[in-house]
């Protein structure tokens, strides 16, 4: 079983950065592609990005290119979501997930098997 935790989540204004985390208190995250999500109140849950589980390889949806970054230290058993520049509209809770698999942004929702609780980024205009 994998039991991610997210963290790093709070108010920001708009420009501004946070840094989100992903970690497991179980399993190692380390055989696992993790793709970030976030979903804004009466929204679909939307992929942010995501990393495959070597890490040699990310992917991001249009509208955070250029702005987010996603890594990950398999040492650490963490991984990570930087967000630069942000913007109202980035305002949602972010969750991060583990897939068995990685195919970037067309891995379909239901291969991630694993899901954290989330943790809510708020962008002040």
């Known amino acids: 079983q994998v039991q991610l935790v997210e963290s790093g989540g709070g108010l920001v204004q708009t420009g501004g950065s946070l840094r989100l985390s992903c970690t497991t208190s179980?399993?190692?995250?380390?055989?696992?592609?993790i793709g970030w999500f976030r979903q804004a109140p009466g929204e679909a849950r939307e992929f942010v990005g995501g990393?495959?589980?070597?890490?040699?390889?990310?992917d991001y949806t249009t509208s955070v290119k250029g702005r987010f970054t996603i890594s990950r230290d398999n040492a650490k058993n963490t991984v990570y979501l930087q967000m630069n520049s942000l913007k109202p509209e980035d305002t949602a809770v972010y969750y991060c997930?583990?897939?068995?698999?990685?195919?970037?942004?067309?891995?379909?929702?239901?291969?991630?098997?694993?899901w954290g609780q989330g943790t809510q980024v708020t962008v002040s205009s």
């Open positions: 990393i495959s589980a070597s890490g040699r390889t990310t």
């Open positions: 179980g399993r190692t995250l380390s055989g696992y592609a």
């Open positions: 997930a583990a897939a068995p698999t990685w195919s970037g942004n067309t891995l379909p929702t239901r291969m991630y098997n694993y």
